[in-house]
């Protein structure tokens, strides 16, 4: 273990000369002017969304120490999960010291009695997006919403890194103690946060706490009926279906055990019959995460995951090694989301690999 993360440092600069062989290879096979069809001269095939993958993963491995320490960790654990290559311990490793000294801030705030304070200064740090201003008025349903969700995530990393430690354990005490119920019950939250509370609802679930999946779909259904899709504005829309893939999400452990259609028919249904406006009216991030949802249930061969990878594979650039924002911008950072989502949909990994598993590298015990 320890020659494996020794190696981690030196990782991008092995991937360095087949960065160059793939771009060489994606410059040729795969059209670059993204009005035309990148599929039309090589066909429907794996090979050529695994070649796309490929090309996207060496880009991001040459690149993984522009991004911050989180983006870094989340795009390590991803690859992991998806190859089982420990190559990049080093960069969970790195999330998990950063992580630490989070919880002792969120402790503080705990001692203080200053959730509220706490959530209004993370809002102060958001944008003016329509999407911004429903969470700002959000806070007046539940003001102190972004504390418990920021601290959820948080204990959620450490739990998927399998990795405990005395403040952990507190913080998760007291997280715990807490009651979600009324999160689900406000319509305005749903339109906020539906992605956020999908991810609540199964979080505390994990982490040994009440199970809100009912109210969560109960809200869900109440708020975004399969049959108004027309009546959302885009931002409304895309809201609806980070909702619908998140829970499938979260349940799987972002991507660590498969999941059966049967738990989520309702989710699957809709997405059956509506993946044509999916893929003409979502972003690339919604529609990779709608076709992942399909590989997690094991459904290989079904029509509506091949359409969310031909879909990606259209929008992906040679030139960049990468798929772009919506506004053709190729920024390696805050591009990081869609591309390595883009990576697992593409890469298409029939086997899942629990982890990382910090515990028996990192200075803190083993849960």
Not at 59 to 66: F, I
Not at 72 to 87: E, F, K, L, T, V
Not at 123 to 140: D, G
Not at 222 to 247: E, F, M, R, S
Request: proline share 4%; charged share 20%.
């Amino acid at each position: 273990m320890e020659c494996r993360i020794c190696a981690a440092d030196f990782y991008p600069m092995k991937t360095a000369l087949l960065g160059l062989i793939l771009v060489g290879f994606t410059a040729i096979f795969f059209v670059i002017n993204r009005d035309e069809d990148p599929l039309s001269s090589i066909g429907k095939t794996a090979a050529a969304y695994r070649g796309i993958a490929q090309a996207i993963k060496a880009n991001y491995d040459q690149q993984l120490d522009r991004l911050t320490g989180y983006k870094a960790s989340h795009y390590a654990a991803r690859i992991y999960r998806i190859s089982g290559d420990s190559a990049y311990l080093n960069y969970n490793l790195r999330d998990l010291e950063l992580m630490t000294g989070r919880v002792e801030k969120l402790l503080q705030v705990v001692q203080e009695d200053a959730a509220i304070e706490y959530s209004h200064a993370t809002a102060q740090r958001w944008s003016s997006s329509p999407r911004a201003k429903l969470r700002r008025e959000s806070l007046a349903i539940a003001p102190d919403f972004p504390y418990y969700l920021n601290s959820l995530g948080i204990l959620r990393r450490a739990a998927e890194y399998r990795v405990c430690a005395p403040q952990f354990e507190q913080l998760k005490a007291h997280v715990l103690s807490h009651d979600y119920m009324h999160y689900f019950s406000n319509p305005l939250m749903i339109q906020a946060w539906a992605a956020q509370l999908a991810n609540v609802a199964v979080w505390v679930k994990l982490l040994g706490g009440d199970d809100y999946s009912d109210e969560f779909t109960h809200a869900m259904q109440q708020v975004y009926p399969h049959g108004q899709d027309h009546l959302l504005n885009a931002q409304q829309y895309q809201n609806k279906l980070y909702g619908l893939t998140h829970i499938i999400l979260a349940n799987s452990e972002y991507y660590q055990r498969t999941i059966k259609r049967s738990d989520f028919a309702w989710i699957f249904d809709y997405f059956d019959d509506h993946i044509d406006t999916i893929v003409a009216r979502a972003s690339v991030d919604v529609i990779a995460e709608v076709g992942i949802a399909y590989l997690l249930a094991e459904e290989f061969d079904h029509p509506a995951l091949e359409k969310t990878k031909r879909s990606i594979a259209q929008q992906y650039d040679a030139t960049y090694q990468m798929i772009p924002s919506h506004t053709g911008e190729f920024n390696i950072a805050s591009g990081s989301h869609r591309n390595i989502l883009s990576i697992m949909l593409l890469s298409s990994p029939r086997k899942l690999y629990p982890g990382p598993w910090l515990s028996g590298v990192a200075a803190a015990m083993p849960c």
